[in-house]
């Protein structure tokens, strides 16, 4: 999968836009798993595993059941429940591999982690999603100048929204334990 800014090569292969899963689309994603198991049918009177893989920005994934029963696919946008609000995300993974990545990740299914899938995001999901992303890298940028301003010896090297906009999560670096909550209250 390619995201926008991908181009395609003569073979009609995408070429890529050589931003190793970190394009702002997140379409180029390098973390993608190939289904092997996406063919074949399970044996009868087994149900289909109902707890789905869902990727967010820079490739964050977790664990989300389909209490709904919806039929999702690899690559579609859905609406998760967070704390608070409901984040914005793509299906990466369904089926029984998704059953195999969480005992890797030694995940239990009852795992109070393992949240639920609202539903299939509707256009206002994905247009305030999107409204969200847009905002991020601005955001970054005054949030570094602000750390100068403040002397705070901290690198912030991400933003990160959650799909309702209800909530920005900042990544930084720090040599040590560093006070933030002056950056956080100019923020706000």
Not at 47 to 57: N, Y
Not at 67 to 74: D, F, G, K, P, Y
Request: aromatic share 8%.
């Amino acid at each position: 999968m390619g995201c926008n800014s991908c181009s395609t090569g003569k073979d009609g292969q995408p070429k890529g836009c050589k931003n190793n899963g970190t394009c702002g689309t997140d379409g180029c994603n390098k973390l993608s798993v190939f289904d092997w198991l996406s063919n074949m049918a399970l044996p009868q009177g087994m149900e289909p595993f109902d707890i789905v893989e869902v990727r967010f920005k820079n490739g964050r994934k977790h664990f989300f059941k389909n209490t709904e029963n919806l039929s999702l696919s690899i690559g579609d946008v859905v609406a998760t429940e967070a704390a608070p609000g409901h984040d914005v995300g793509v299906v990466s993974l369904v089926g029984e591999l998704v059953r195999v990545q969480m005992k890797k990740k030694k995940v239990r299914q009852d795992s109070p982690e393992v949240l639920k899938i609202y539903r299939k995001a509707t256009q206002r999901d994905i247009d305030i999603w999107q409204e969200a992303r847009e905002r991020e890298d601005k955001m970054k940028v005054r949030a570094r100048e602000i750390a100068i301003r403040l002397n705070l010896q901290m690198k912030i090297s991400d933003i990160e929204f959650q799909g309702d906009a209800s909530k920005a999560t900042f990544y930084y670096t720090a040599e040590e334990r560093v006070d933030f909550r002056q950056l956080i209250k100019e923020f706000a």
